[in-house]
């Protein structure tokens, strides 16, 4: 059975422009998956979507649940969304408020948010952040931080919105490793080929809101369907 079914999914923004325009695609369980396109593509504006962040047209299911407004609290914790900037992700002082605010909101005990806290930033080798102020770490803390946040939610599916954008070679070579070894499905919105090769056993291309190719990580080494669509 699907993780996540997306069915039909058509988003328009307010000022006319269709971002995304009948997008149907199935998500496994552990399965990793590239999402790949240009630039207004419309990979945000999809995970977004499946977030439950934007609202669409069509339907979409995780876990045999359809997505809506009155079910978004009962699949909210299941599915986990990085953005692209984490300035848009931390809006708490220090990294323990952050990371410790979606169990919080869960009701769990204290004792519970803390070991969550604990083994999330344990996860993403950020174990000794937890009293730093979270506006003086470095942009790539920030991104382990903010993949921290969700992983205390315990999800059975992450949704990662340019994970590796704007990291020195270093410090997106660890957020590789951390990635790579979440059991988690992941659907990975991304530009960085070479992670998509390395990480993913399927890729799904984007153009102008439509699914265009989908298939094993092997599409990437077919140069004339990247050049079509723009990705070399």
Known sequence: ???????EVTYTYPDGRHALQGVNLKIYPGEKVGLLGLNGAGKSTLLLCLAGVLWPRGEITV???????QTRRQIGPKVGLLFQDPNDQLFMT??????AFGPQNLGLPSNQVEERV?????MVGAADFTQRFTHHLSFGEKKRVALATILAMEPDLLLLDEPTSNLDPKRRRELLDIIAQRPQAMLIATHDL??????????????QGLVV???PTDLLNDESLLQKYELI
């Open 63 to 69: 876990q045999g649940v359809s997505l809506s407004r």
């Open 194 to 207: 070479a992670m998509a090769q390395a990480v993913c056993s399927r890729i799904i291309i984007l153009e």
């Open 1 to 7: 059975m699907p993780l996540l079914t997306a069915t």
């Open 213 to 215: 190719a989908d298939g």
């Open 118 to 122: 604990s083994q999330a930033l344990a």
């Open 94 to 99: 220090t990294v323990f408020e952050d990371v």
